[in-house]
């Protein structure tokens, strides 16, 4: 039992480390190990990579990450005059075909499928892909060049791709600036 400054008792169970000679008192082991990790981090940094997957992120990081990389891009693309801004939505993809992320011109929204993009690395370049149509006008010449090209060989798809890898490390740099 540790007396407390108001006369009470409380029941702290205390160690002694022989090695260092010192008291630690683990009453509360969730907190002690928080502050490890936390001392760890901020030594070492968060541990964010580019090839960290997406699986061992929890919702905020990844938020960050995507809502990081849509600021770059309009940052570095800059942005469309259209009735409705744009937004972007996390989301996981339940059927079709699967696919990164999809732009809807119709709500002006960017779609990134998170259960598709196995890391950081490719949520970053799907967030430039699909940025990059948003800067197109998809709504006017997509379908019409589809009917042409195929989606290989899509002219504003090329576009797309040469942006995300052009794009992407500069992008990543960004975001390790703000998260890591």
């Given amino acids: 039992m540790v007396p407390t400054p108001n006369g009470r008792e409380r029941n702290t169970k205390v160690r002694l480390f022989l090695h260092i000679n010192k008291f630690i008192f683990v009453r509360n082991i969730p907190y002690l190990c928080g502050m490890l990790n936390y001392i760890i981090d901020m030594m070492m940094g968060s541990g964010l990579r580019l090839n960290t997957r997406v699986d061992d992120l929890d919702r905020a990081t990844l938020r960050e990450v995507v809502k990081y990389a849509t600021q770059y891009c309009t940052d570095t693309f800059g942005t469309r005059k259209k009735k409705v801004p744009f937004s972007v939505s996390i989301t996981k993809q339940r059927s079709g075909e699967p696919a990164?992320?999809?732009?809807?011109?119709?709500?002006?929204?960017?779609?990134?499928?998170?259960?598709?993009?196995?890391?950081?690395?490719?949520?970053?370049?799907?967030?430039?892909?699909?940025?990059?149509?948003?800067?197109?006008?998809?709504?006017?010449?997509?379908?019409?060049?589809?009917?042409?090209?195929?989606?290989?060989?899509?002219?504003?798809?090329?576009?797309?791709?040469?942006?995300?890898q052009e794009y992407y490390k500069d992008c990543w740099n960004y975001i390790k600036e703000i998260l890591c």
Avoid: W
Wanted: with cysteine; net charge negative; glycine share 4%.
């Fill in 100 to 164: 990164y992320g999809q732009y809807c011109p119709y709500d002006n929204k960017l779609f990134i499928y998170h259960n598709n993009c196995p890391t950081v690395k490719l949520v970053i370049q799907t967030v430039i892909h699909e940025y990059t149509h948003y800067m197109q006008p998809v709504k006017s010449k997509y379908s019409k060049l589809m009917d042409i090209y195929g989606y290989d060989k899509h002219p504003m798809e090329i576009e797309a791709r040469e942006m995300e």
